[in-house]
């Protein structure tokens, strides 16, 4: 079996999940700004970050395709400000994370230094399907036009010549 993580022929249609895990891990590491990822019921998370000295005006949360981008930057206001020691970073930031099918923002709010951001699921209707068995030929999908081809098939049994 390949390296793949989704390699296995078990796993159809799979392949734009491993490629959000491989952006997951590409995305930063530096651990600025902290944060917590809480489940909050059995289907809400809350992700919420440490922003101290930030403003919502300072703040961006946007939603990237299957990423939620969350970027901070403060604004440099220091005219007639003379620092004898300063240890607050006022650094920009970009957070990512990448978020699974269906899950949905449910909203942002800023409240004593810690962004919040809740996300939900709803949850999924039950769909069943039934697959009509046909007889005698059997229908391949042409990819691309959305045509069906329908070939015979042939039985033969062991020994018949």
């Not at 530096?30 to 970050?49: C, F, H, K, M, V």
Request: proline share 5%.
């Amino acid at each position: 079996m390949s390296g793949r993580v989704f390699g296995s022929p078990m796993f159809l249609g799979f392949d734009h999940l491993e490629t959000m895990l491989e952006r997951a891990s590409k995305s930063s590491g530096d651990g600025y700004p902290p944060y917590n990822i809480e489940q909050i019921s059995a289907s809400a998370l809350r992700i919420t970050l440490a922003v101290a000295g930030f403003t919502m005006e300072d703040l961006q949360i946007t939603q990237e395709d299957n990423q939620l981008v969350i970027r901070g930057r403060q604004s440099e206001d220091l005219q007639g400000r003379v620092f004898l020691h300063r240890g607050i970073a006022a650094r920009q930031f970009q957070k990512s994370f990448v978020l699974a099918e269906g899950i949905d923002i449910g909203g942002a709010w800023l409240d004593n230094g810690l962004l919040n951001i809740d996300l939900f699921r709803p949850e999924p209707e039950v769909r069943v399907r039934r697959i009509d068995i046909k007889k005698g030929a059997v229908a391949r999908p042409v990819p691309g036009d959305g045509v069906v081809e329908a070939t015979p098939r042939t039985v033969r049994t062991i020994g018949e010549d």
